[in-house]
């Protein structure tokens, strides 16, 4: 199967899944009652989404996704005087995004050139533990489990992966030939990157 029809694949399960789940506009029946207090306009600004400066330039590529879009605020190797990152939008789906953290502009995953990389949502490339056998459980800050998956070298050295869940939607932050210090830390940082 290509991995195009995996992908659709993939995305009509998560729309046929919030279908069933009612996520949605309500039905006209089930919506509460306003009362003065909710109907008040509220004087507070919506709280900016703190997030880090690579990640700024491709937000507007991201907005619309149909799942909370958490990007690390902090990243491995970023240095104030250290070389410059970039992140570009390797793949959006209705439900899904995957991003590439690299040193050149237009990285988009190459080798000599790349970082890391975070998705959210049903990506077709998101890890299982038949993918990585050597995978193994570590818990998050809070207690939240997660799974890790250490890099590999052949030619090159891959990323080393933590997979893991927030409300329903699967995350993975990746750092190639990242150590799991690197990956914790990435993926307790992670923050809603855009306004809900």
């Known amino acids: 199967m290509s991995r195009h029809n995996r992908r659709a694949r993939a995305r009509a399960a998560v729309v046929a899944l919030l279908m069933i789940s009612g996520v949605g506009a ?15 306009p ?5 709280a900016r989404p703190a997030v880090n400066p690579v990640f700024r330039p491709i937000l507007p590529r991201l907005a619309g996704v149909g799942v909370p879009v958490l ?36 990285c988009r995953g190459a080798t000599a050139c790349r970082l890391g990389q975070v998705t959210g949502g049903p990506e077709i490339d998101t890890p ?4 990585y056998p050597r995978g193994r459980q570590v ?6 489990l997660a799974l890790y998956y250490p890099y590999t070298c052949g030619a090159s ?3 080393s992966v933590l997979v893991f869940q927030r409300e329903g939607v699967v995350y993975t932050v990746g750092v190639k030939a990242g150590s799991l210090g690197d990956v914790l830390a990435m993926a307790n940082s992670v923050a809603p990157a855009l306004a809900p």
């Open 42 to 46: 509220r004087s507070l600004p919506a």
């Open 157 to 159: 050295c891959g990323d």
């Open 26 to 40: 309500a039905a006209p029946g089930n919506r509460p009652p306003l009362d003065a207090a909710a109907a008040a």
């Open 128 to 131: 299982t533990i038949f993918d």
């Open 139 to 144: 818990r998050l800050r809070g207690g939240a």
């Open 71 to 106: 990007l690390p605020t902090y990243i491995p190797r970023q240095r104030p005087r250290g070389p410059r990152l970039y992140a570009t939008v390797d793949d959006r789906g209705p439900y899904s995004y995957f991003v590439d953290i690299g040193y050149m502009p237009d």
